[in-house]
Every structure is written in structure tokens, then in C-alpha cells.
């Protein structure tokens, strides 16, 4: 019966399962899609994995478009308008968050701080406001 265990590549030791596991996480991490998440709190790998999981489904979502009767452009503009939205609480709950710690924060690059944009839009409804009653 043949061996079927894999082979280190050292003299033909029998590589262990973490080593390889580690292998591959390191070729994946080389590569240009890929980010690197340190899981400091025990909540970040059920983020981590929840993220992989959308990540995977939102590109087979948009590569099936129009290919099946189900994925519609409205429909699938529905759940990437709905992915914008959960993006923009979860960097709100971090403002706040770091608000409550007495944090600086800065967002993340393609993101505003929350209350600039909460400043802004009160500062256009009070133009709006003074333009009406000019009226």
C-alpha cells in the first residue's frame, strides 16, 4: 500500500499539518488581493471569517449577473447598496467607540469621519433652512 502522507521537501521527513497550514498562509498573504488582519479581540475572527464569506459571495454574486434569472441588476445593486451601508455603521460604531475611549480616529482610506459628515449635513440643512426663509 503506497504512503500517502505528504513529504517535507528536508530529506523526506513527514511534514506536520500546522507547517503546511502555515505555508500556505504565507504564500496567500504574498499576494496582491490579500490583507492581513491581526485578531486581537476574540469577535475579530468571526469578522474575519464573515468577510471571507461575503467576499467570496459578492464576486460570485456579480460574476453570475445576468446569468441567472434571480440575479437581476437591481437585485444585486440591492446587496452591494446593502454592503455600502453595513461598511458605513461599522465605521460609525468604531467613532464611537473611539469617542467613548477618548480616541482620535481616523478612518480608514476611502471613509470620512462620521460627525464631519454629520457636520456637513446639518450645515446644508441650515443653508437650505435660511434659503427658504428668505423666500
Known amino acids: 500500500m503506497?504512503?500517502?502522507s505528504k513529504k517535507a521537501a528536508d530529506g523526506g521527513k513527514?511534514?506536520?499539518g500546522k507547517v503546511d497550514w502555515q505555508a500556505r498562509k504565507l504564500e496567500k498573504a504574498k499576494r496582491d488581493d490579500t490583507s492581513v488582519i491581526f485578531c486581537r479581540a476574540r469577535d475579530?475572527?468571526?469578522?474575519v471569517n464573515i468577510l471571507n464569506s461575503n467576499d467570496n459571495l459578492v464576486f460570485q454574486m456579480r460574476m453570475n449577473m445576468g446569468?441567472?434569472?434571480s440575479l437581476t441588476v437591481?437585485?444585486?445593486q440591492s446587496y452591494i447598496d446593502r454592503s455600502r451601508r453595513i461598511r458605513?455603521?461599522?465605521n460609525t460604531m468604531n467613532a464611537e467607540i473611539s469617542k467613548l475611549l477618548g480616541f482620535t480616529f481616523?478612518?480608514?482610506r476611502g471613509y470620512a469621519h462620521p460627525s464631519k459628515k454629520q457636520d456637513n449635513q446639518v450645515e446644508e440643512?441650515?443653508?437650505?433652512?435660511?434659503?427658504t426663509s428668505k423666500k
Request: aromatic share 4%; net charge negative; no cysteine.
Open 74 to 76: 437591481e437585485v444585486v
Open 14 to 16: 513527514v511534514a506536520s
Open 88 to 90: 458605513e455603521e461599522i
Open 2 to 4: 503506497a504512503d500517502n
Open 125 to 131: 440643512t441650515a443653508d437650505t433652512t435660511k434659503d
Open 106 to 108: 481616523k478612518p480608514v
Open 44 to 47: 475579530t475572527g468571526d469578522f
Open 67 to 69: 446569468r441567472r434569472d
